[in-house]
């Protein structure tokens, strides 16, 4: 019973959140590229990727390390 608990939770949550993606809005942006040395490049290619990942296409996402 709780194994097809857990796979009927498992396929749910799958079938919710497949299709929905969260872009950065421009105050994420900028955020982001402020400590950069080029700011209008870093502005240019992350919206580039926003209107990549609306669109539906496949992007790669960079990992960034937290500083304490």
Do not use: W
């Not at 299709?19 to 490049?41: G, M, P, V």
């Not at 992350?46 to 990942?53: D, F, I, Q």
């Amino acid at each position: 019973m709780k194994l097809a608990l857990n796979l009927y939770l498992i396929i749910f949550v799958l079938f919710i959140f497949v299709d929905k993606s969260f872009s950065l809005t421009d105050y994420q942006i900028k955020k982001i590229c402020k400590n950069e040395k080029r700011k209008s490049t870093c502005i240019k290619i992350l919206e580039e990727k926003r209107s990549n990942l609306q669109k539906g296409h496949l992007i790669e996402i960079p990992v960034l390390l937290y500083k304490r």
